[in-house]
Every structure is written in structure tokens, then in C-alpha cells.
């Protein structure tokens, strides 16, 4: 009879065992993530399980092994931006203080889903570099639309990049998509500055343009004023010639002959008040070569801003993707 309540109570123990086995828990746990790949990133979550109060004098932990996986995850539970790509388990001891105490640990493998990303970041930021680079094949001429046009690509991208920024927890170190928004920035800028650059080019050759059709026009209407006031025949030979030194600051180039004016013929290095052939051949070389290099500076940063921009691509998918 004793016999038989001890196996009995034996028993009972074994079945309660059981029933905490089988318990079901909810837990929330914190992960902590390394972002620096953001949103190329692949995360270990891990979770650990350890007895408070006994010591493995009284309790050790194992995964069961069969069959079936000690960890099964539901085919239908899905998290809006990761995928869980599997899970790896372990067990083990770990020294205390009070003794030695037994835990189990398992790691959930998440890979992020670049869906949202593409559609949200990188597709319009490349787009506004395209539409950036298009600006460079806008007459120089049109600033207002060549500028605005820069303007608004890298105010677009400057909001974009905060509204990403502002759903991602703040970290102190550089992520993947700010090196990528922050390249995309600085491409348009680099457009403002080379377009800054061929404007003063445009500039300055219509500037020096302007001045030497000024001094044309000028030299023009002298001699027209000469031609309308031709010197009288009562005039000596002296008083004839002053007024013309007095405009000239050259006596040599006029000749009297028979009491008659006459226009003496420009030599080569001859200059007058008005500038002379040379001086306007100068100015016009001096046009036709900053409006050239500035058309020159606009023609290869059409071909090299397109391809740098590729490059980049290149280099940073293959970098953080492939």
C-alpha cells in the first residue's frame, strides 16, 4: 500500500512538470540594431530564457531535438518591413555569483525589405539628379528657367531627406541612405556652381561685347560730326589742325595738303582716342573666348555629371546590396 502512494504522488509531480511546460507566455522584446547599412540591413534579434532561482544543481535547460524544430515560426505572421529568414538556437551555462545557472538563447535572422525605399527614396532622388542634369541643356542665356530648375531639384531632395530621417531613430553615426541623399545633393549643387561659373563666362564676353560696339558706335558718329563740319578754307593751316590734336592727342594723324584735310593712313600699332583695329580685333578674340570656354565648360559637364551620377550607382549598390 505504500508502495503504491509513492508512485502515485511520483506521478502527479511528472504531470504538473507537464502543464509548465506547456504555459503560454507573451513577451515584448527590445532589439537592438546596427544601422549603419540602413536600409541594406540584415538583423539578429536574439532572446534569452534563464531560471531566476535555481541553479543547474536543480534545473538545466536543453531544446528539444526531433523531427520538428525547437523554434517554429508561423508561415502567416509577416512584419511590415522585415522578412525572418530563419533562427538559430543554443544552449549553455553561465557563472554567477550564487552558483551557475542554465539559459537557452535563440536568434531570429531579419532581412529588411527594400520595397518601401525604392518607391520612397531612390527612385525620385535619382529622377531629381536626371532632372537636375537636364537643366544643363538650357541655353545659358535663360537663367531664370536654368535656375529655378536647379533650385527646386534640391529643395525636393532636401524635404525628402527629412521626412526619411525624421521615421528613423536618431543615431550619431552615417547611414547607407544618407550617403546616398547626401551625394544626390551635392551633384545639384555642383550644377548651381558650374552653371554660377558659365553665367559669369556669358557675362563678362557680353559685357566686353556691349563695350566694343559702344566705342564702334562712338567712332562712328566722330567721324560723322567731322564729315558734317568739314574745316572752312579761311582757316590757317595751324588753327585747322588744334581742334583735331585737341580730340587726337595725336598732331601726325591728320595732312593738310593744299589747305584741304585729309585722314592720314593707321599703321599697324596705331591707336586712337576710340580704340584702334587692333585694339577691336583684341576685344573681339577676347569675347569670342569666354563665351567658347564657357560653352566648353557646359558640353563636358553634360557628358561627366551623367556619368559620375552612374558610377556612384554603381559603386554603392554593388557596395551595400550585391
Not at 185 to 211: A, C, D, P, R
Not at 212 to 220: A, E, G, V
Not at 244 to 263: A, C, H, S, V
Request: glycine residues 6%; aromatic residues 12%.
Amino acid at each position: 500500500m505504500a508502495n503504491q502512494s509513492t508512485f502515485t504522488s511520483i506521478f502527479s509531480w511528472q504531470v504538473f512538470i507537464q502543464s509548465l511546460r506547456q504555459i503560454r507566455m507573451s513577451l515584448t522584446l527590445t532589439c537592438y540594431m546596427n544601422l549603419s547599412k540602413f536600409p541594406f540591413d540584415q538583423q539578429d534579434c536574439g532572446m534569452k530564457i534563464m531560471s531566476y532561482a535555481h541553479r543547474t544543481d536543480k534545473i538545466m535547460l536543453h531544446w528539444l531535438t526531433g523531427e520538428n524544430e525547437p523554434v517554429e515560426i508561423e508561415p502567416k505572421v509577416s512584419l511590415p518591413q522585415y522578412a525572418v529568414t530563419g533562427s538559430t538556437v543554443a544552449d549553455g551555462v553561465e557563472q554567477y555569483i550564487p552558483g551557475n545557472f542554465s539559459y537557452l538563447t535563440v536568434d531570429f535572422h531579419l532581412e529588411r525589405l527594400l520595397g518601401f525605399y525604392l518607391l520612397g527614396a531612390f527612385i525620385p532622388s535619382s529622377g531629381l539628379v536626371v532632372v537636375a542634369w537636364l537643366s544643363l541643356w538650357i541655353d545659358p542665356v535663360a537663367s531664370p528657367a536654368r535656375v529655378m530648375l536647379a533650385i527646386s531639384t534640391l529643395l525636393a531632395l532636401i524635404t525628402q531627406s527629412n521626412l526619411l530621417k525624421s521615421g528613423l531613430p536618431k543615431v550619431a553615426y552615417i547611414t547607407a541612405i544618407d550617403i546616398w541623399l547626401t551625394v544626390c545633393q551635392l551633384l545639384v549643387y555642383v550644377i548651381l556652381l558650374e552653371y554660377g561659373l558659365v553665367y559669369v563666362l556669358y557675362t563678362t564676353g557680353g559685357m566686353t561685347s556691349n563695350k566694343r560696339c559702344t566705342d564702334r558706335n562712338l567712332d562712328k558718329n566722330m567721324q560723322m560730326d567731322i564729315t558734317r563740319c568739314p574745316a572752312s578754307s579761311k582757316m590757317t593751316s595751324f588753327e585747322r589742325a588744334e581742334p583735331q590734336t585737341t580730340l587726337t592727342n595725336n598732331p601726325k594723324r591728320f595732312m593738310y595738303t593744299d589747305g584741304i584735310m585729309e585722314r592720314a593712313p593707321e599703321s599697324g600699332m596705331f591707336q586712337t582716342q576710340y580704340g584702334s583695329r587692333r585694339e577691336k580685333k583684341i576685344s573681339l578674340t577676347e569675347t569670342s573666348a569666354y563665351i567658347g570656354f564657357g560653352k566648353r565648360v557646359d558640353k563636358v559637364c553634360k557628358v561627366t555629371f551623367l556619368g559620375i551620377f552612374i558610377i556612384f550607382a554603381i559603386i554603392y549598390w554593388k557596395t551595400y546590396y550585391f
